[in-house]
């Protein structure tokens, strides 16, 4: 996409900012063409109203646009893509936090997945007010969207060995290590779970490992679930079940996502970084229900249901994630309908083993205007992931507490003492909202990343 925040400019045409609650107050103060302007145009001071000032020869002079006395993120997403193309400046009448939240807003609002399809209308560029990160912003707006990109592709061009690609270029630009264990050689190295969910499928199943940092640096583990397209398998999901499937990798989606802004800011961390890639397909080897699939943990599982894939791919991740002791495991997954129809489609279900760290994530969730909610890893539904042939069963029979039941089979295979958050999410906007078109979308991430840099003790 091309960057339309640039530091300086002449001739930027001025945007006006006025808030809700001094619109009459600033109205009365100015020029009579511009209040016979405003109130011919029905111009009240709405929130997300816009309008533009000419010089009387049809020459845009000035902007002005109305946001709520205490404007969030998305408050200033509809400035970016409703003015006609030029270029614009601000005053700097609004705190900087208003101005980080416009200018990444800016970014986010004129994303566009236009790679299968020609798309040649031009965007406003914004010269940044000097008090902003500019930096910090373009490095949320690039990795935001390097998500939505990995999760809007088709699957024709995002299966597993596409995305193994992704993540090998990101580690390549920051100089990251690199493993990928790809079709049988999951078996030789012990990652059974993994190849018998990805088996079924031509392109073979792989684990995505990448490192990078100091390895005495403290440790952060991310974890994604990789599954580049869902057919359910045997237990086959309905036409409008597997419309959106191509969703389904968007955990990992975030997982490379996170570590890219990570890397770009340079955190004196050990990351690492374990992406289980599978397609949940159909074949003459396609793992059955009541199969029993081992685990790199060593515990057994029934598959019930083999459109309960996902929670089996991240049994192997989670327990080589535990492996080194790190300071945190963090996983993102498309993990279950059930999260959805408690929380609906735009907020993700937090599941935390350490209520510390679950408030700083709720607390950035709030100061970023990323929105997630925390659910129970309530120990009384343990009961219903046991199984009477294996050590755990993949779908229980009820769908009461789905998302909690898929939490607490993820929890078997985390190691002790160690904090783990797991977030279950859509990744996908169902429909277009300013800032947040219709399609993939990234959910939870500047929350994560916030908390994340606040509590993390780098000097550990």
């Keep these: 996409m091309v960057d339309t925040l640039i530091k300086d400019a002449d001739n930027a045409i001025p945007i006006t900012i006025v808030k809700t609650p001094d619109f009459i107050n600033w109205i009365e103060k100015q020029p009579k063409a511009v209040q016979r302007w405003t109130a011919t145009t029905v111009l009240n001071g709405e929130p997300g109203s816009l309008r533009l000032l000419n010089d009387g020869n049809g020459e845009l002079t000035q902007v002005i646009f109305c946001v709520p006395e205490n404007p969030t993120l998305w408050d200033w997403a509809p400035i970016a893509t409703e003015l006609p193309v030029g270029t614009y400046t601000v005053d700097n009448s609004f705190s900087n936090g208003e101005v980080q939240d416009l200018i990444i807003a800016w970014g986010l609002a004129q994303y566009r997945f236009d790679k299968y399809k020609f798309d040649e209308r031009g965007l406003p560029s914004l010269a940044v007010p000097k008090t902003a990160d500019l930096m910090a912003a373009k490095r949320t707006i690039r990795f935001t969207n390097l998500a939505r990109d990995l999760i809007n ?182 993990l279950t309908g059930a999260g959805r129809i408690a929380l609906g489609s735009d907020m993700p279900a937090l599941f935390c083993n350490d209520d510390k760290i679950a408030e700083s994530i709720l607390a950035a969730s709030s100061t970023t205007n990323d929105p997630l909610w925390r659910m129970p890893l ?83």
């Design 153 to 334: 592709t088709p699957a024709s061009d995002m299966g597993p060995d596409n995305l193994a690609d992704e993540a090998t270029d990101l580690a390549n630009e920051y100089g990251a290590g690199i493993n990928i264990i790809v079709g049988d050689d999951l078996l030789t190295a012990n990652y059974p779970a993994v190849h018998a969910i990805g088996r079924a499928h031509d392109r073979a199943p792989r684990l995505i490992d990448l490192t990078w940092g100091d390895k005495s640096a403290v440790k952060i583990t991310l974890v994604g679930k990789g599954v580049c397209f869902d057919t359910g398998g045997l237990n086959m999901k309905t036409n409008a079940g597997m419309k959106l499937m191509r969703k389904d990798m968007g955990g990992g989606a975030h997982a490379l996502a996170l570590a890219g802004m990570i890397m770009d800011a340079k955190w004196p961390v050990r990351l690492r970084v374990l992406v289980p890639a599978v397609e949940n397909s159909i074949s003459g080897n396609a793992v059955r229900p009541g199969d029993i699939v081992m685990t790199r943990k060593g515990l057994s599982v029934e598959i019930t249901n083999t459109d309960a894939e996902g929670r089996v791919i991240l049994a192997d991740a989670l327990h080589e994630a535990s492996s080194e002791q790190p300071r945190i495991i963090i996983d993102f997954a498309t």
């Design 378 to 460: 309530w120990q009384g539904y343990a009961k219903k992931i046991k199984s009477k042939f294996a050590d755990l069963n993949n779908a229980p029979e009820s769908s009461f507490g789905g998302a909690i039941t898929a939490a607490l089979f993820l929890e078997q295979f985390v190691g002790e003492n160690i904090p783990w958050a797991h977030i279950d999410l859509m990744a996908w906007n169902l429909v277009s909202s300013p800032g947040r078109p219709e399609g993939g979308e990234a959910m939870g991430l500047r929350a994560i990343y916030s908390s994340l840099y606040q509590n993390i003790n780098f000097s550990d």
